[in-house]
């Protein structure tokens, strides 16, 4: 069965410096990755994906995410956090198995300090 | 281009009402998503439709849940009678469908309030 953990509930940045929320995933087979954003009262928002190809995949807002296959992880990234980056953030797989059904990680809020 | 448009935003009601849902997927996107997000939690699938088909509805709990796509396009969720757990957001999503690695697009959300 493909998983995917976010262990950190909460990640705490100030302002200008870098930021990672870090992702794990367990899955048969080569994974489809992905990363979303959710601002309060809204919906889902597409950030980035891996499929194939470069392991770095660079993504909407400044955002990249890192796709390491030996530790199966796809941390988000950032090198300069912004106020407005504060949002909650998820990582979802998709494995080839199960048609393909995309399984969602609980989330983590990111909160960044002026 | 529009995105995923949901209505209503925000519905109260008393529990063993019932309640429905709506759902206009982006427009040429075949496949759409019906998904529950608890607070503190990520979406989960509740169904899946391939144009009118439902292709995945494993996760919906049939006995009170109900959901259409007539044509093809637009789509209803129904909760018959609302229990106080159902309290939730309940997203709309849609894709292409072109193959394994298309990304949904999520609508804004319902917010039901079951009392």
């Known amino acids: 069965a493909q998983s995917v953990a976010q262990p950190e509930d909460q990640v705490n940045v100030a302002e200008g410096n870098p930021l990672t929320v870090k992702c794990t995933y367990s899955?048969?087979?080569?994974?489809?990755l992905f990363w979303y954003v959710q601002y309060p009262n809204r919906g889902l928002q597409f950030l980035l994906k891996y499929i194939t190809g470069d392991n770095l995949v660079k993504g909407s807002y400044g955002f990249e995410a890192e796709f390491n296959k030996s530790q199966t992880s796809f941390h988000l990234k950032k090198p300069s956090a912004l106020v407005s980056d504060s949002a909650l953030y998820f990582c979802?797989?998709?494995?080839?198995?199960?048609?393909?059904?995309?399984?969602f990680g609980a989330g983590t809020r990111l909160f960044v300090k002026a | 281009e529009a995105g995923v448009v949901q209505s209503p935003r925000y519905k109260i009601i008393e529990k063993k009402q019932p309640v429905a849902f709506w759902c206009n997927p982006i427009?040429?996107?075949?496949?759409l998503y019906w998904y529950l997000q608890n607070l503190g939690q990520g979406p989960e699938l509740l169904i899946r439709?391939?144009?009118?088909?439902?292709?995945?509805d494993s996760q919906l709990p049939k006995d009170r849940f109900s959901a259409e796509r007539l044509k093809g396009v637009d789509s209803t969720l129904k909760i018959q009678p609302a229990e106080l757990g159902d309290s939730a957001v309940y997203l709309c999503?849609?894709?292409?469908?072109?193959?394994?690695?298309?990304?949904?697009?999520f609508g804004p959300g319902t917010r039901l309030t079951v009392l």
């Open positions: 427009s040429g996107h075949n496949t």
């Open positions: 999503a849609s894709s292409t469908g072109v193959g394994s690695t298309d990304t949904q697009y």
């Open positions: 439709y391939e144009n009118e088909e439902a292709v995945d």
């Open positions: 979802a797989v998709r494995g080839h198995t199960g048609g393909f059904k995309t399984i």
């Open positions: 899955v048969s087979g080569n994974p489809y």
